[in-house]
Each structure stands twice: as C-alpha cells, then as structure tokens.
C-alpha cells in the first residue's frame, strides 16, 4: 500500500520543473533583452584616448559597484559620431546599459545623443526600479564622452591658429 | 559518491521513469559540444535565463539536499504512523512521541548535551528569537545589556534592534569568558552542526541554535539547546498549549523532527571522512582556479574556516554579472540573507574586506553530495566568465595599464 501511495504521488510530481507560469514571468527576473546585451554584447573595446576624435566619458565608482568608460569617435567635419565602443565594471543591467547606449549613439550628431535620456534606456531594457540608477550612468557616461571631445577640440583649436 | 546513493535509495526511486537527477547531470557534460540542440524537454527557462538541464549546486550554505537516508526515516511518519505526538490515549500517539525521543536524542548526542536541553523549533532563525528576545525579556529586571557580532545572520541583528527598542543597550564586542561571568552565552550553530565537533561542556555554551536543513535534513525545523547546569531561563516566544516544556508551543512536527535527528546521526557518523573529502574538494577548486586567473583573493581566513566554504573575490569584475554569467552553476554573491538590498555583504565589509572588492565576491559551498565532476565544471565556467568579463572591464585595463585604481577621483553621481 505504501508502495503504491508512493509511486503515485510521485508519478503526479514533475523531476524536472515545468514551464514557468505566467505570475512568475512577470517577476522580478532579467528581461531577455538584457540577457541578449551580456550574453552578445556589442561594441565592447577601446578607442586610442590620446586620438584627437575620440571623447572619452568615463562614470561611476567601484565603491558603488558601476564604473562605466564610454568612447565615441567624432567625425571632425560632420560633427557625425562615427563609432563607439563602452567598457563597464557593474551587473548585468549596468553592462547592457552601456551596450545600448553605443548602439544608441552610432550615426548620429553629437547635439542629438545629449538628447537621449535614462528613462528611455530603462524602458528598451524594462530595468525594475532598483536597478534604474544603471540607465541613468549610461546617460551620464554619453554626456561626460561628448563634454571630453568639446573639451580637446577646444584645446586643439587656439594651437591651430 | 552519488552513485553510491542511488543504489542505496528504496526501488521505488530507481524504477521510476522520472528519477530524480542528481545535481552532477548538468555538470558532467563537457563543454560546448557540437551535440544536437537539446529538446524542448531540457531547456528550462526562468527569469528570462535559459539552462539547459539543471545547474550544478554549489550553494550548500544557503541550504542542503537532504540525504536519502533521511527521506528514508521520514516517510513512515507522513504516511502511516501520522499521529500527534502529544495525543496520550492511543497507539498513534504514542509511536511519534517516542519518535521524537529518539530524534532529541541523536540532536543531543552530536553536541555534546543531554535530551532534555533540546527544544524543537522551526528552525535557526526562530531559535534565535527565542534566545535573544526570551532571555533577555526574562531577566529584564537585572540587566540590560546584549553583546553581539557584527558577522551574525541578519535575525539575530534585528532581534537586538528590536531590544533596543525596549530599552536594552548593545555592546559591540564578544566575550569568551561569559561562563565564569555568570553570562549566558549564546552561539549560532546552524553553519556548524555536523560539520566541526561541537561540544558544549568544552565550549561552555549556554544556549545553541540548530538548523534542519544545514546539515541534509528537511527544512522547516530546527532545536534549540538550552543549558541545564547552571539552568538558562527564557520567556517562550509562541504562546499556547505549553509542548516542549512550555518553551515552545506548537505541534511537534513529528516527521520533520524524526528527519533532523537521522541527519545528525549521520553527520556525527560521517563527519571526519566528510571533512576530509570536502577540504580536498576546496582545495581542488582554488587550485584550479587560481592556476588560470591572477588576483583571485579568499575572503576570511584560511586557517579558521570551514573547508566547505569558498569565498572568493575576482578583481574587477563585479559579483553579480558574474552570477548572470554563471547560471549554469548555482551559486551566490556574498550571503543569501540579505540579498534584497544593494550594499555589499555586511559580513564582508566586517570581515575587513575592501569596498570595492565586496562587489566582486562569489561564494562557493561544497557539501557532501559534491563531485569531482562539478568542482571541474565549476573551475571551467568560472574561468570563462571571469576571463569574459574582465575584457568587459574598465578597470581591468587601467589596472594593465599600471594605473593605480586607489589614486583616481571617481566621478559619484
């Protein structure tokens, strides 16, 4: 009688765990978006700093867990950026950040990325709300690279003249 | 060693079509192989990561399989000898109290104590409630004071926080001589029991918590010891038909209760070759890994610690996108409990370790189920990922570059 109690209420359990409902989708997890920027991330890599085009931003504390470095490679009669690439020291959600953010700023002026802003970042992501500080350092870190770039082009022109 | 358990499982578990995978499955795949994409049946996807097959645990501090045998134990007493142990007038009845006899026996043989110092509780956390607050509010008129760690599990924290509130004052320091100070001293057990010889005559402990599924019991139960000579007196936290004395009302749970003595049996039999099997496990695993990564750091001791644990920092990549990287090895950042909020392990930071390198710790828990297979696996894909990350990482490269990460001014937000 144990026996068969027993196989049958073993039968009726999974050994595996089965599709996930929905009620557990929907909580707090990584959105596949995010899984997709760690897993494949784009546009990892440095930029020469010393490179007259490039602005280097660079954001965040180690202290705080998130240090993002965010170049971009200015085309110098355009005003186009023509490239660029991110570094990030943080979790899944600070390194997607950033990876969208340089796809983000490909192709465009540079007036145009100081645009962009963290809510759209989070909302690409779906980031919950504990980890929205991370889209707000990407934005801080497209905003420190384009102030870098004006800095050395003001810094180079006086030398031109 | 699995294997060998699988043959000591009833035959109902064998010939079942849906056996239950030991955590080795997942492990002992090799990588990346040009294998046909797993079926549907295998993927299992939750909070939008996919694993195929089971991860392999590695997180024995957080909690433990319970060993078969214990199952074993514990299912006549869901199924056939169901009785309340406090029911006085039938067979039922009395079979589960003597049952739970037996188990406060087996609980007090491993410690050193005698059966009537054991209560049965919940578990760790609610023995710790009852120590703290039950001591302290039974001789609220004498004195005043609780002295505690800074590296205690978060319950017994918020149980002094709660004191304070009632006027009680904490100091910051632990002392050893609380015995002939007449002081009860209270230690939390529930990492320990079954893995380090515990007694309490020797180690003169006035009251000791105990955790069930620590030590490859079920979880939902745990024993509180509770010193006769010199007698502890506490005030029972739960209030109703006075079982265990009237320190702990509540129905005994009989088969979670039968459960935790097999356990400690076992541990108390297996102790010395569990402690030996996994420190060369640890050893294996920190030699594997630090053989192919620089600037690995363990956090605490070396010489004062328990061989199944293995907490490692990797310098410059942060904690937990190295567990998003990781999910194919169950593992964890730190301490479990307090992982809803965003601040590095109190834990770390008071065992002295760095701020920014409390970020990038992981923690490895060996166990007695844990094979060669996965402590191989594990080095393999922590290598990987460390390695991935690291290409990711900022300060990975200024730190190439020789530049001193301490000498920078950070850019806060």
New interface residues.
């Given amino acids: 009688m144990l026996r068969l109690a027993l196989k049958r209420s073993l039968r009726l359990g999974p050994a595996v765990s089965d599709t996930p409902s929905a009620a557990m989708v929907a909580s707090r997890g990584y959105h596949e978006r995010v899984v997709d920027h760690y897993n494949n991330p784009r546009n990892v890599g440095s930029f020469d700093k010393e490179d007259p085009n490039v602005g280097t931003g660079l954001v965040g504390a180690p202290a705080c867990g998130d240090v993002m470095k965010l170049q971009i490679k200015v085309d110098e009669d355009s005003g186009k950026i023509v490239d660029a690439c991110f570094k990030t020291f943080g979790c899944g959600s600070a390194i997607a950040s950033s990876s969208v953010a340089t796809e983000w700023v490909k192709g465009k002026q540079m007036e145009e990325v100081l645009t962009i802003k963290n809510t759209e970042i989070a909302k690409h992501l779906s980031l919950p709300p504990v980890k929205l500080h991370c889209s707000m350092l990407a934005e801080d870190a497209i905003k420190a690279a384009v102030k870098d770039y004006e800095l050395k082009k003001a810094k180079a022109a006086p030398k031109q003249e | 060693m699995a294997r060998n358990l699988i043959r000591r499982l009833p035959i109902?578990?064998q010939n079942?079509p849906?056996?239950?995978?030991s955590s080795a499955t997942a492990a002992v795949a090799p990588s990346p192989s040009p294998s046909p994409s797993p079926t549907d049946?295998?993927i299992?996807?939750?909070?939008?990561?996919k694993v195929s097959g089971?991860p392999l645990y590695m997180d024995m501090q957080a909690t433990t399989p319970v060993d078969p045998r214990v199952l074993d134990a514990m299912?006549?007493f869901y199924?056939?000898r169901f009785g309340n142990p406090h029911s006085r007038t039938h067979l039922y009845g009395w079979e589960s109290e003597a049952a739970v006899e037996t188990a406060r026996a087996q609980v007090a043989s491993l410690i050193g104590a005698n059966p009537k110092e054991i209560f049965f509780t919940s578990g760790a956390t609610e023995c710790n409630n009852i120590s703290v607050k039950g001591v302290m509010r039974f001789y609220r008129d004498k004195k005043r004071h609780v002295i505690t760690t800074q590296t205690e599990h978060k319950c017994v924290l918020d149980s002094c926080r709660h004191l304070q509130q009632e006027g009680f004052e904490p100091l910051e320091e632990i002392g050893r001589i609380c015995r002939e100070k007449g002081v009860p001293f209270h230690t939390d057990g529930a990492q320990a029991l079954g893995k380090i010889p515990i007694d309490v005559e020797k180690m003169g402990i006035a009251l000791m918590s105990l955790s069930g599924h620590k030590i490859y019991g079920p979880k939902g139960v745990g024993a509180l010891y509770l010193r006769r000579r010199p007698r502890v007196r506490v005030e029972p936290q739960m209030s109703g038909g006075g079982q265990e004395r009237g320190i702990r009302s509540g129905t005994v749970p009989t088969p979670l209760v039968v459960g935790m003595g097999a356990a400690c049996e076992i541990a108390a039999k297996e102790m010395e070759y569990d402690t030996r099997r996994v420190t060369s496990l640890q050893e294996r695993l920190l030699n594997g890994i630090r053989s192919r990564l620089d600037e690995v750091v363990v956090n605490g001791s070396m010489e004062h610690r328990y061989p199944g644990n293995l907490n490692l920092s990797f310098a410059?990549?942060?904690g937990?996108?190295l567990l998003?990287?990781l999910k194919e090895v169950a593992v964890s950042s730190g301490s479990a409990c307090t992982s809803a909020s965003?601040e590095?392990s109190y834990v770390l930071r008071a065992l002295g370790v760095d701020?920014?390198m409390a970020?990038t710790s992981i923690r490895f828990g060996i166990g007695r189920f844990t094979t060669e297979a996965e402590i191989d696996r594990a080095i393999e894909l922590t290598v990987q990922q460390v390695e991935k990350l690291r290409?990711?990482?900022?300060?990975?490269?200024m730190a190439k570059a020789g530049i001193d990460?301490k000498s920078i001014q950070?850019?806060?937000?």
């Fill in positions: 109902l578990y079942h849906h056996r239950l995978f049946e295998e299992v996807e939750m909070k939008g990561v089971r299912l006549p199924l056939s410059y990549v942060e937990e996108s998003m990287g965003l590095p701020e920014d970020h290409n990711m990482s900022p300060l990975y490269e990460l950070w850019a806060q937000h």
